[in-house]
């Protein structure tokens, strides 16, 4: 296994393996890297509603 992309986002490091798409089809693959953007979209969502919330 090894590394073959890595993602540095504000909150968190997404490291892409060569065993992630090793053996699939390049349909299987567009999905998996559709699914991993739509994730780190969430997430990206997700900690700006945190910011946006008042404190207690």
Same mark, same amino acid.
Do not use: F, N
């Given at each position: 296994?090894?590394?073959?992309?890595? $993602?540095? $986002?504000?909150?968190?490091?997404v490291?892409?393996?060569? @065993?992630? $798409? !090793? @053996?699939?089809?390049?349909?299987?693959?567009? !999905?998996?890297?559709?699914?991993?953007?739509?994730?780190?979209?969430?997430?990206?969502? @997700?900690?700006?509603?945190?910011?946006?919330?008042?404190?207690?």
């Amino acid at each position: 296994m090894a590394v073959a992309a890595t $993602y540095h $986002y504000a909150h968190g490091t997404v490291s892409v393996c060569d @065993d992630a $798409y !090793r @053996d699939i089809s390049l349909e299987e693959q567009k !999905r998996r890297e559709e699914h991993m953007w739509r994730a780190a979209h969430e997430i990206v969502l @997700d900690a700006q509603s945190e910011r946006k919330k008042p404190e207690k």
